[in-house]
């Protein structure tokens, strides 16, 4: 599923993560940037060393912000470590933490002059956060990111499995549905 948001696009697919050839990929990363099982793992594992060791010059992450290194063997020429919430109950700040995560990672691309993003869908592994309240979370805050002054040109969420895919289609098609600034296209 697509939908053009200003003059950007914001797209949905089934997949992983790691075989995405765009400018840089997420990771759904923690704060001491140590790597992990689920997303973490795979990018590490099929990026190569050189990530783990400019991670380690880093040094750490605060929840809700981002950093960028290098995308190793990836085809993706970076990689962005966001650190997403440990969903608690949902009080305690876990939205607007997540939705930092993706507006740092939006921001860091920015700065970097990075065209082409792919995010995962950030905390909704091990950290337990509600994968459809965190669908709502991430395409309201990215759609706002693109309806500003923005050279990003594709925000593309690679959802793995088709679970999570249907997901995403769905809180997309409500976002769309109540602002106009989102256009589905197919
Ligand atoms: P977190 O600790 O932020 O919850 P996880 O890696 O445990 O991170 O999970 C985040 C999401 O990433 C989950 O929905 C999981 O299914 C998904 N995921 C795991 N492997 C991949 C992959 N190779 N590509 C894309 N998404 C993946």
Known sequence: MKAKIGRSVLELVEGDITEQR???????ANEGLRGGGGVDGAIHRAGGPEI?????????????SAVITTGGQLPARHVIHAVGPVWR??????????????RSSL?????????????????????GY??????????RT??????????????????FGRSAYDVYVQALQELADRDEAIQLVS
């Open 89 to 102: 109950d949902g009080a305690h700040g876990e939205p607007n933490l997540l939705a930092g995560a993706y």
């Open 52 to 64: 783990m060791a400019e991670c380690r010059r880093i040094g750490r992450c605060p929840t809700g």
């Open 142 to 159: 990215v759609a706002d990111y693109l309806k500003g002054d923005t050279r990003v040109e594709l925000v593309r969420f690679v959802l």
């Open 130 to 139: 509600p994968i459809d309240r965190a669908a709502r979370v991430a395409l």
């Open 107 to 127: 921001q860091l691309a920015e700065e970097h002059n990075l065209r082409t993003i792919a995010f995962p869908s950030i905390s909704t592994g091990v950290y």
């Open 22 to 28: 765009v400018d840089a990929i997420v990771n759904a």
